[in-house]
């Protein structure tokens, strides 16, 4: 079974670059064939969403945080990591990491084992 | 960018009756495989999302078959029979047709 566990500062300065990490269990990062996702949510607020890395190697970022965010996978410690440059207050919020299978290997309708985690909550503030 | 739009943005029912929420596409989500790849999530109190509905009408694992999802084109509805008290959350529409994801600004539940 797959788990996920996000980890953070709680507590970054306006200006600074944001890391995020999250623990992947269940599951080796560097096989198969999954998405791993990040999306936040500011407080009292909706979901949005940041951008994914696939077992490929691509990415694909919001428009909206494009300049600013790189995700990354590091499969020695089997976590994958968030960095968002350029912090403002705007950026507060809970950021979850999530997971689902990707295309290859599986027929489009088969089951998207989609599973986040509980969520780190990060405050931009000097 | 795709717009996702939801209404409404609340509703109050009474256990047992349904409920349906509707989320409308800037853009068309028929992808030309011929699925729709629009999601519907349920969040909590407290919790995190989880998966309820992909390609507009598969329900996840687990899902019970209280939910239902159908739509096409850039119109869509999730209907909730026989509402529950477990039901009670935010409920939010995703697109997934894009490689940049985006959701709708969600709807609340609110269970009598």
């Known amino acids: 079974q797959v788990q996920l566990q996000e980890s953070g500062p709680g507590l970054a300065k306006p200006s600074q670059t944001l890391t995020l990490t999250c623990t992947v269990s269940?599951?080796?990062?560097?096989?198969?064939?999954?998405?791993w996702m990040w999306i936040r949510q500011p407080a009292g607020k909706g979901l949005e969403w940041i951008g994914r890395?696939?077992?490929?190697?691509?990415?694909n970022y919001s428009p909206s945080f494009k300049s600013r965010v790189t995700i990354s996978v590091d499969p020695s410690k089997n976590q994958f990591s968030l960095n968002l440059k350029s912090v403002t207050a705007a950026d507060t919020a809970t950021y979850y990491c999530?997971?689902?299978?990707?295309?290859?290997?599986?027929?489009?309708?088969?089951?998207?084992?989609?599973?986040w985690g509980e969520g780190t909550t990060v405050t931009v503030s000097s | 960018d795709i717009v996702m739009t939801q209404s409404p943005l609340s509703l109050s029912v009474t256990p047992g009756e349904s409920a349906s929420i509707s989320c409308r596409s800037s853009?068309?989500?028929?992808?030309?495989?011929?699925?729709?790849?629009v999601e519907w999530y349920l969040q909590k109190p407290g919790q995190s999302p989880h998966l309820l509905i992909y390609?507009?009408?598969i329900r996840a694992s687990g899902v019970p078959d209280r939910f239902s999802g159908s739509g096409s084109g850039t119109d869509f509805t999730l209907k909730i029979s026989r509402v529950e008290a477990e039901d009670a959350g935010i409920y939010y529409c995703?697109?997934?047709?894009?490689?940049?994801?985006?959701f709708g600004q969600g709807t609340k539940l609110e269970v009598k």
């Open positions: 999530a997971t689902r299978r990707g295309s290859i290997g599986y027929a489009v309708t088969d089951d998207y084992m989609d599973v």
């Open positions: 269940g599951v080796s990062i560097s096989s198969g064939s999954f998405y």
């Open positions: 890395f696939y077992t490929t190697g691509s990415t």
């Open positions: 853009q068309s989500l028929l992808h030309p495989e011929g699925h729709h790849y």
């Open positions: 390609l507009s009408s």
């Open positions: 995703m697109q997934a047709l894009e490689t940049s994801y985006s």
